[in-house]
């Protein structure tokens, strides 16, 4: 059965630290890995990964994949109360498989 | 609109009453999928939509589920005979055309639905 795990599923740290989240998947016929930031509503998109060792980078947030050992991680630098939300990762074969997101707390 | 609109935000209703809930995708998005979240959980897939056509409902929980999309773009989704298990936020998505991850989902702000 296709499944995509992230952890930790909790963090919480303080304002000005470096934090790394990660999703590891077992999908058949993978296509592409996906992280959103849901905050209060709506997941907003935040990167979408197709090929394995390329960075994708955005302001303090950054991600890679690794294909070969079937994980992603981001990390965020310099975090921020805003940076407070569920991080959810989502792999594409024929359909979107949801991990249960990690919940980030970032203390002032 | 330039994002995906859902209305109502917000509905709560009596159990047993139907609630039909509307999804107006992002212009030119011709895919758009139903997901349900509960408090503190994660998104649960209901249906996806390619055009009109619904070649994945494997996600609808009971016969008491039903979507539909006209013209290629606002969908409705309706639950019969509501539960108090049917309380959750319901999210829209929309894409642009093309295969399932080459394109992200873009989604709306979601309809919280309360059944007392």
């Known amino acids: 059965e296709d499944k995509v795990v992230q952890s930790p599923l909790s963090l919480v740290v303080h304002e000005g630290d470096t934090v790394t989240l990660n999703c590891s998947y077992e999908?058949?016929?993978?296509?592409?890995l996906l992280w959103y930031k849901q905050e209060k509503k709506a997941p907003t998109f935040l990167f979408m990964l197709t090929s394995s060792g390329i960075e994708k980078k955005s302001g303090r947030l950054s991600s890679i994949l690794d294909k070969k050992e079937l994980f992603s991680i981001l990390n965020i630098t310099a975090t921020q109360t805003g940076d407070s939300a569920v991080y959810l990762c989502?792999?594409?074969?024929?359909?979107?498989?949801w991990g249960a997101g990690t919940k980030l707390i970032i203390k002032p | 609109g330039a994002g995906v609109s859902q209305s109502p935000s917000n509905k709560v209703t009596e159990k047993g009453k139907d609630v039909e809930l509307r999804c107006d995708p992002i212009s030119g998005h011709t895919a758009l999928y139903w997901y349900r979240q509960s408090l503190g959980q994660g998104l649960e897939f209901l249906i996806y939509f390619q055009g009109n056509s619904a070649p994945d409902k494997s996600g609808l929980p009971s016969d008491r589920f039903s979507a539909e999309r006209t013209g290629g773009s606002v969908s409705t989704l309706t639950i019969q005979r509501t539960q108090q298990e049917d309380s959750a936020v319901y999210l829209c998505a929309s894409r642009l055309p093309g295969p399932q991850g080459g394109q992200p989902q873009h989604f709306g702000d979601g309809t919280r639905l309360s059944i007392l």
């Open positions: 999908v058949t016929n993978f296509r592409s």
């Open positions: 989502a792999v594409t074969n024929y359909q979107l498989i």
